[in-house]
């Protein structure tokens, strides 16, 4: 993607030499300057010092900063039975934020639920993502700036061990499906009209379908990918409650990733499909969302191996906790 110019460029009102720039009032040498002693300064709340405050204005001043969601953090946890309410807690109320939101270049995040009944809803029975299907009650969806991936995971690798050595880990949880993945395409059900997708995780919508497809090759991935853009996407769209589909591959993790999270599967070969849905997934299923895989198998193109529903969290609160589990 192009970098933006105009106002908030490098030469802009928001540039190096703006008000806001390395110079101006927010610069290198102004009030919140690293070097500054003021209280914004390099000083923490805790006492720390030495945070090298004076490297954020070099950082902002190069590399892509557009709006495109290049990449993708999408991460399905199953939490261990009686360890549900402490799990969310702690995900709401550090987690989502020290260990995401607050990391750079990560622009956007929803969390989402699925509650017994639409953890029954899942196919195929016998699924190579989660085993059993049900499994991965929260699944949480991030956007990270196009262009930015590794300097992102440079990030998320150190602040994941600094949290874990601070005991900021709540460990009583299964990592289901956790993958970084590259965006490779959307496609709208309503052309120019609507949010776009780097507007997907701040728009309300009311639902969630997370699909995943596994190819033969990375040769068929490619087929399979036009095959999605072009003809199955377009039709399974129309006159739908889904707004949009974005599609992404999976990249592998780091090899200094935390070994709680397990290595990618299927980085060659799979798709992840994110369906944003303008309506509950429960009222439209039977007619919009039943048969996927045997679409995907006619084409001979892939193999469904997951079609999963999810409602919004509502964050701040513990709605949805007592709805995980079945009947004792």
């Known amino acids: 993607m192009p970098e933006e110019t105009g106002t908030r460029g490098e030469t802009g009102t928001r540039g190096e030499t703006g008000t806001d720039g390395r110079t101006g009032t927010d610069g290198g040498t102004g009030t919140r300057s690293g070097t500054g ?7 923490g709340p805790g006492g720390e010092t030495g945070t090298r405050s004076e490297l954020y204005a070099e950082l902002a001043a190069v590399g892509p900063y557009g709006v495109h969601p290049g990449h993708a953090l999408i991460t399905m946890v199953e939490p ?17 934020y020290a260990g995401a939101m607050a990391m750079p270049w990560m622009y956007a995040g ?5 509650t017994r009944d639409l953890q029954l809803l899942r196919y195929p029975e016998k699924s190579a993502v989660a085993r059993p299907v049900t ?3 929260y699944i949480s969806t991030y956007w990270i700036t196009d262009g930015r991936y590794d300097d992102h995971m440079k990030w998320t690798v150190a602040i994941n061990k600094r949290l874990n050595r601070d005991a900021r880990v709540h460990h009583a949880r299964t990592h289901v ?27 309300p919508y009311a639902g969630l379908v997370v699909e995943v497809i596994d190819a033969e090759s990375v040769e068929q991935r490619a087929e399979l990918l036009e095959w999605l853009r072009t003809r199955h996407l377009p039709r399974r769209l129309s006159g739908s409650p889904a707004a949009m589909v ?31 849905l303008q309506t509950d997934p429960r009222e439209c299923w039977e007619g919009h969302f039943t048969g996927l895989d045997e679409q995907v198998g006619e084409s001979g193109l892939g193999r469904v191996e997951l079609v999963a529903p999810f409602i919004p969290t509502i964050p701040g609160t513990d709605r949805y906790v007592t709805e995980l589990r079945g009947t004792p």
């Open 37 to 43: 002693s003021g209280t914004r300064g390099r000083t």
């Open 80 to 96: 261990h039975p009686g360890h549900e309410y402490a799990y969310n807690r702690w995900y709401e109320d550090d987690h989502y």
């Open 110 to 114: 929803r969390r989402w639920v699925a």
């Open 135 to 137: 499994a991965g009650c």
């Open 177 to 203: 499906f956790t993958a970084f993945q590259d965006h490779a395409t959307t496609v709208y059900r309503d052309g120019a009209a609507g949010p776009r997708d780097f507007h997907a995780l701040d728009h």
């Open 246 to 276: 974005t599609v992404f591959r999976p990249t592998p993790l780091p090899g200094d990733r935390m070994t709680y999270v397990k290595q990618v599967e299927g980085v060659d070969t799979r798709l992840t499909l994110l369906w944003f």
